[in-house]
């Protein structure tokens, strides 16, 4: 099991560009969660899917951060146009069907933004 | 989901038993109490979890008070490489979503 996988892990961007990261969840996992880190702010709860549905995106900062999940196996967070204040780490977790089944997380998304 | 509290930093002698405690005194009867750590820069790692019982895996033991309300989880010989932040967190088996807090920055000394 390769477990969560992420792209890119480092990611340098300018001001006002757009940037797309990526996700692949473990096979099988039906609840794909994105997560951003920052040293102020700690781990927060950006948007989740269940089944590839959107259910819950209370989490994501403003009309700049868009995610997808066109199918089971991959996830997109796209944020356009960027801001320096959006450098962080993101993490992007799967869950496995069962009601107490953990989260595991992939390494994460270094993006700065200039 | 229930909050949880949790001493900011711990540090433990290599090959020691580290119990990191976790206080969830507000607790639900169907939350489950999981913990996670986080290595620097890497993603949270999944421990071990349970919901009255306690629990033991190949990397933790997990003890929870016949109260729930509080929690402790032993890592029998810590090694260096166990320094880490150790996340305590209790949810719902069939909510979606953790929520993490601040955590225990354990540091294992040699």
């Known amino acids: 099991d390769a477990g969560v996988i992420q792209s890119p892990r480092h990611e340098v961007t300018e001001m006002g560009q757009e940037v797309t990261l990526r996700c692949k969840p473990i096979?099988?996992?039906?609840?794909l969660f994105w997560y951003r880190q920052t040293m102020m702010r700690g781990l927060e709860l950006l948007i989740y899917?269940?089944?590839?549905?959107?259910?819950?995106d209370s989490g994501m900062p403003e009309d700049r951060f868009s995610a997808k999940m066109p199918n089971a196996s991959f996830s997109t967070l796209k944020i356009q146009p960027s801001e320096p204040r959006d450098s962080a780490v993101y993490f992007c977790?799967?869950?496995?069907?069962?009601?107490?089944?953990?989260?595991?997380f992939g390494n994460g998304t270094r993006l700065t933004v200039t | 989901d229930a909050k949880t509290t949790q001493p900011p930093s711990m540090d433990c002698a290599e090959g020691r038993a580290a119990n990191l405690p976790c206080n969830h005194s507000?607790?639900?009867?169907?939350?489950?109490v999981y913990w996670y750590r986080q290595i620097h820069s890497q993603g949270p790692q999944y421990i071990i979890h349970?919901?009255?019982n306690n629990e033991t895996n190949e990397m933790a033991s997990l003890i929870i008070t016949e109260d729930r309300k509080s929690s402790t989880l032993i890592l029998p010989h810590a090694t260096l490489r166990d320094t880490a932040v150790y996340y305590c967190?209790?949810?719902?088996?069939?909510?979606?979503?953790?929520?993490f807090g601040s955590g225990t920055q354990l540091t294992v000394l040699p």
């Open positions: 349970g919901l009255k």
């Open positions: 899917f269940n089944n590839n549905v959107p259910i819950d």
């Open positions: 977790a799967s869950r496995g069907r069962g009601g107490n089944s953990p989260l595991h």
């Open positions: 507000t607790i639900s009867g169907n939350e489950y």
């Open positions: 096979s099988g996992h039906n609840s």
């Open positions: 967190i209790v949810g719902e088996g069939s909510a979606r979503q953790l929520t």
